[in-house]
T-cell receptor, first 112, second 110 residues
Framework: SQTIHQWPATLVQPVGSPLSLECTVEGTSNPNLYWYRQAAGRGLQLLFYSVGIGQISSEVPQNLSASRPQDRQFILSSKKLLLSDSGFYLC???????????FGSGTRLTVV | GQQLNQSPQSMFIQEGEDVSMNCTSSSIFNTWLWYKQEPGEGPVLLIALYKAGELTSNGRLTAQFGITRKDSFLNISASIPSDVGIYFCAGQLSNNDMRFGAGTRLTVKP
Protein backbone atom coordinates (compact mmCIF):
# COMPACT_ATOMS: atom_id res chain seq x y z
CA SER A 1 0.00 0.00 0.00
CA GLN A 2 1.04 3.56 -0.54
CA THR A 3 2.16 5.79 2.29
CA ILE A 4 3.28 9.39 2.49
CA HIS A 5 5.75 10.67 5.06
CA GLN A 6 6.28 14.29 5.94
CA TRP A 7 8.67 15.74 8.49
CA PRO A 8 9.23 17.40 10.80
CA ALA A 9 5.81 17.62 12.43
CA THR A 10 6.53 20.97 14.05
CA LEU A 11 9.22 23.56 13.51
CA VAL A 12 10.02 26.90 15.10
CA GLN A 13 12.48 28.97 13.10
CA PRO A 14 13.78 32.54 13.45
CA VAL A 15 13.16 35.11 10.74
CA GLY A 16 15.91 34.98 8.13
CA SER A 17 16.81 31.35 8.73
CA PRO A 18 16.66 28.71 5.98
CA LEU A 19 13.96 26.07 5.67
CA SER A 20 13.86 22.53 4.37
CA LEU A 21 10.75 20.34 4.63
CA GLU A 22 10.82 16.88 3.20
CA CYS A 23 8.11 14.62 1.87
CA THR A 24 8.47 11.07 0.58
CA VAL A 25 5.97 8.66 -0.90
CA GLU A 26 6.27 4.87 -0.77
CA GLY A 27 4.53 2.16 -2.69
CA THR A 28 3.98 3.93 -6.00
CA SER A 29 5.95 5.19 -8.97
CA ASN A 30 5.90 8.56 -10.73
CA PRO A 31 3.28 10.13 -8.48
CA ASN A 32 2.10 13.70 -8.88
CA LEU A 33 3.36 15.58 -5.83
CA TYR A 34 2.02 18.77 -4.26
CA TRP A 35 2.89 21.28 -1.54
CA TYR A 36 0.03 23.19 0.08
CA ARG A 37 -0.03 25.82 2.80
CA GLN A 38 -2.90 26.29 5.20
CA ALA A 39 -3.14 29.47 7.25
CA ALA A 40 -4.89 29.17 10.62
CA GLY A 41 -8.60 28.45 10.13
CA ARG A 42 -8.34 28.85 6.38
CA GLY A 43 -8.47 26.69 3.30
CA LEU A 44 -5.63 25.14 1.35
CA GLN A 45 -3.41 27.14 -0.96
CA LEU A 46 -1.46 25.26 -3.62
CA LEU A 47 2.19 26.30 -3.61
CA PHE A 48 3.94 23.87 -5.96
CA TYR A 49 3.24 20.71 -7.89
CA SER A 50 5.39 18.24 -9.74
CA VAL A 51 4.55 15.62 -12.34
CA GLY A 52 8.06 14.18 -12.53
CA ILE A 53 11.67 14.39 -11.39
CA GLY A 54 13.00 17.91 -11.81
CA GLN A 55 9.62 19.22 -13.00
CA ILE A 56 8.26 21.89 -10.68
CA SER A 57 5.37 24.26 -11.27
CA SER A 58 4.83 27.23 -8.99
CA GLU A 59 1.35 28.53 -8.35
CA VAL A 60 2.07 31.71 -6.44
CA PRO A 61 5.06 34.02 -6.20
CA GLN A 62 6.60 33.67 -2.77
CA ASN A 63 9.63 33.26 -0.65
CA LEU A 64 9.68 29.50 -1.13
CA SER A 65 11.00 27.02 -3.67
CA ALA A 66 10.49 23.31 -4.28
CA SER A 67 12.63 20.54 -5.70
CA ARG A 68 12.09 16.92 -6.68
CA PRO A 69 15.50 15.25 -6.68
CA GLN A 70 14.06 11.73 -6.77
CA ASP A 71 10.85 10.22 -8.08
CA ARG A 72 9.18 9.97 -4.70
CA GLN A 73 10.84 12.85 -2.86
CA PHE A 74 9.56 16.41 -2.74
CA ILE A 75 11.34 19.16 -0.81
CA LEU A 76 10.09 22.60 0.16
CA SER A 77 12.79 25.17 0.86
CA SER A 78 13.47 28.77 1.68
CA LYS A 79 16.74 30.64 1.90
CA LYS A 80 15.41 33.24 4.34
CA LEU A 81 12.15 32.79 6.19
CA LEU A 82 9.68 35.63 6.71
CA LEU A 83 7.12 35.96 9.49
CA SER A 84 4.41 35.51 6.87
CA ASP A 85 5.76 32.04 6.04
CA SER A 86 4.24 30.68 9.25
CA GLY A 87 1.51 28.14 8.64
CA PHE A 88 0.64 24.50 8.27
CA TYR A 89 2.40 22.92 5.30
CA LEU A 90 0.95 19.85 3.69
CA CYS A 91 2.46 17.52 1.15
CA UNK A 92 0.15 15.42 -1.01
CA UNK A 93 0.37 12.90 -3.80
CA UNK A 94 -1.97 11.54 -6.43
CA UNK A 95 -1.64 8.68 -8.86
CA UNK A 96 -2.48 11.03 -11.70
CA UNK A 97 -4.34 14.22 -12.34
CA UNK A 98 -8.06 14.09 -11.70
CA UNK A 99 -7.83 11.59 -8.87
CA UNK A 100 -8.07 12.24 -5.15
CA UNK A 101 -5.05 13.48 -3.30
CA UNK A 102 -3.58 11.73 -0.28
CA PHE A 103 -2.15 14.19 2.21
CA GLY A 104 0.72 13.84 4.64
CA SER A 105 0.27 14.66 8.31
CA GLY A 106 1.58 18.20 7.87
CA THR A 107 4.31 20.42 9.31
CA ARG A 108 3.37 23.25 11.64
CA LEU A 109 5.91 26.03 10.92
CA THR A 110 6.17 29.00 13.23
CA VAL A 111 8.53 31.77 12.23
CA VAL A 112 9.53 33.94 15.18
CA GLY B 1 -14.97 32.77 -11.21
CA GLN B 2 -13.07 29.59 -10.44
CA GLN B 3 -13.44 29.84 -6.68
CA LEU B 4 -15.35 27.34 -4.63
CA ASN B 5 -17.93 28.78 -2.26
CA GLN B 6 -18.37 26.39 0.64
CA SER B 7 -21.13 26.82 3.19
CA PRO B 8 -21.84 26.98 5.96
CA GLN B 9 -18.58 28.24 7.39
CA SER B 10 -19.31 26.52 10.72
CA MET B 11 -21.98 24.36 12.31
CA PHE B 12 -22.83 23.59 15.92
CA ILE B 13 -25.14 20.63 16.18
CA GLN B 14 -26.41 18.14 18.72
CA GLU B 15 -25.28 14.52 18.59
CA GLY B 16 -27.73 12.53 16.48
CA GLU B 17 -28.66 15.38 14.16
CA ASP B 18 -28.11 15.26 10.43
CA VAL B 19 -25.64 17.65 8.77
CA SER B 20 -25.62 19.14 5.30
CA MET B 21 -22.95 21.27 3.66
CA ASN B 22 -22.32 22.26 0.07
CA CYS B 23 -19.96 23.82 -2.40
CA THR B 24 -20.87 25.89 -5.41
CA SER B 25 -18.99 27.56 -8.19
CA SER B 26 -19.59 29.37 -11.44
CA SER B 27 -17.10 27.00 -13.11
CA ILE B 28 -17.58 23.44 -14.29
CA PHE B 29 -15.58 20.79 -12.48
CA ASN B 30 -14.51 17.34 -13.67
CA THR B 31 -14.16 15.82 -10.22
CA TRP B 32 -15.54 16.66 -6.78
CA LEU B 33 -13.89 15.46 -3.60
CA TRP B 34 -14.77 15.77 0.07
CA TYR B 35 -12.12 15.73 2.79
CA LYS B 36 -12.15 15.80 6.58
CA GLN B 37 -9.35 17.39 8.58
CA GLU B 38 -8.84 16.87 12.30
CA PRO B 39 -6.69 19.26 14.38
CA GLY B 40 -2.99 19.01 13.59
CA GLU B 41 -3.50 16.45 10.85
CA GLY B 42 -3.65 16.45 7.08
CA PRO B 43 -7.03 16.18 5.31
CA VAL B 44 -8.31 12.68 4.72
CA LEU B 45 -10.33 11.82 1.64
CA LEU B 46 -13.91 10.84 2.45
CA ILE B 47 -15.66 10.61 -0.89
CA ALA B 48 -14.64 11.11 -4.52
CA LEU B 49 -17.15 11.86 -7.27
CA TYR B 50 -16.26 11.56 -10.94
CA LYS B 51 -19.53 11.87 -12.87
CA ALA B 52 -22.25 14.49 -12.98
CA GLY B 53 -25.25 13.31 -11.01
CA GLU B 54 -23.24 10.67 -9.16
CA LEU B 55 -24.46 9.95 -5.64
CA THR B 56 -22.02 8.08 -3.42
CA SER B 57 -22.18 6.93 0.19
CA ASN B 58 -19.49 6.07 2.68
CA GLY B 59 -21.14 4.83 5.86
CA ARG B 60 -23.17 7.72 7.29
CA LEU B 61 -21.78 10.10 4.66
CA THR B 62 -23.47 10.79 1.35
CA ALA B 63 -22.20 13.13 -1.35
CA GLN B 64 -23.48 14.11 -4.76
CA PHE B 65 -21.88 15.57 -7.86
CA GLY B 66 -24.31 18.22 -9.08
CA ILE B 67 -25.91 17.64 -12.47
CA THR B 68 -24.61 21.00 -13.71
CA ARG B 69 -21.08 20.01 -12.54
CA LYS B 70 -20.89 23.30 -10.68
CA ASP B 71 -21.82 22.10 -7.21
CA SER B 72 -21.68 19.26 -4.73
CA PHE B 73 -23.13 18.53 -1.32
CA LEU B 74 -22.12 16.34 1.61
CA ASN B 75 -24.60 14.97 4.12
CA ILE B 76 -23.76 13.31 7.41
CA SER B 77 -26.55 11.39 9.05
CA ALA B 78 -26.96 10.78 12.79
CA SER B 79 -23.85 12.74 13.77
CA ILE B 80 -21.56 11.48 16.52
CA PRO B 81 -18.85 13.32 18.52
CA SER B 82 -16.03 11.92 16.36
CA ASP B 83 -17.50 13.70 13.32
CA VAL B 84 -15.96 16.89 14.71
CA GLY B 85 -13.47 18.48 12.33
CA ILE B 86 -13.19 20.68 9.28
CA TYR B 87 -14.74 19.40 6.08
CA PHE B 88 -13.34 20.59 2.77
CA CYS B 89 -14.74 20.27 -0.69
CA ALA B 90 -12.35 20.18 -3.61
CA GLY B 91 -13.01 20.42 -7.31
CA GLN B 92 -10.72 19.45 -10.16
CA LEU B 93 -10.86 21.90 -13.05
CA SER B 94 -8.18 20.40 -15.26
CA ASN B 95 -4.86 18.65 -14.96
CA ASN B 96 -3.28 19.61 -11.66
CA ASP B 97 -5.79 22.39 -11.04
CA MET B 98 -7.57 21.32 -7.86
CA ARG B 99 -9.46 24.04 -5.99
CA PHE B 100 -10.39 23.77 -2.33
CA GLY B 101 -13.27 25.36 -0.48
CA ALA B 102 -12.57 27.34 2.69
CA GLY B 103 -13.96 24.53 4.84
CA THR B 104 -16.92 23.89 7.14
CA ARG B 105 -16.02 23.58 10.81
CA LEU B 106 -18.30 21.05 12.47
CA THR B 107 -18.84 20.91 16.22
CA VAL B 108 -20.98 18.11 17.66
CA LYS B 109 -22.32 18.52 21.18
CA PRO B 110 -22.88 15.25 23.08
Amino acid sequence: SQTIHQWPATLVQPVGSPLSLECTVEGTSNPNLYWYRQAAGRGLQLLFYSVGIGQISSEVPQNLSASRPQDRQFILSSKKLLLSDSGFYLCAWSIRSGYGYTFGSGTRLTVV
Amino acid sequence: GQQLNQSPQSMFIQEGEDVSMNCTSSSIFNTWLWYKQEPGEGPVLLIALYKAGELTSNGRLTAQFGITRKDSFLNISASIPSDVGIYFCAGQLSNNDMRFGAGTRLTVKP
